[in-house]
């Protein structure tokens, strides 16, 4: 499968955003899907996963984000709310085709695809 993600952008804190992880040549029904976000500085971390029929989220987005697939433009969203400006990183989308346990969910060495980054910015 290969990946693009699109959608960051500036944004006010408080604010919102949608990103959107587009896959091709596979459906990406067939594979658990994160989102990972680095910040300058700093390591990479996973902010939310789909994995089969249950969903994950890093406590700090808990509430804020939501993920979510589309089937028809087998795509994975994250609509992102009320965000912050530490909530500002490098947004990348991750795919993993195999059973996994749910303890390596947030870890970016269990996932096989990666799609480019997209900036997001919170920032007055």
């Known amino acids: 499968v290969q990946l693009q993600a699109f959608g960051g952008g500036l944004v006010q804190p408080g604010g919102s955003l949608t990103l959107s992880c587009v896959g091709s040549?596979?459906?990406?029904?067939?594979?658990?899907v994160a989102w990972f976000r680095q910040a300058p500085g700093k390591e990479r971390e996973g902010v939310s996963c789909?994995?089969?029929?249950?969903?994950y989220y890093l406590d700090s987005v808990k509430g804020r984000f939501t993920i979510s697939r589309d089937i028809a433009k087998n795509s994975i969203n994250l609509q992102m709310n009320n965000l912050k400006p530490e909530d500002t990183a490098v947004y990348y989308c991750?795919?993993?085709?195999?059973?996994?346990?749910?303890?390596?969910?947030?870890?970016?060495?269990?996932?096989?695809?990666w799609g480019q980054g997209t900036l997001v910015t919170v920032s007055s």
């Open positions: 991750a795919a993993v085709p195999a059973r996994v346990n749910s303890g390596r969910l947030f870890r970016p060495s269990t996932y096989d695809y």
């Open positions: 789909i994995y089969g029929g249950s969903t």
């Open positions: 040549r596979s459906s990406l029904s067939y594979y658990g």
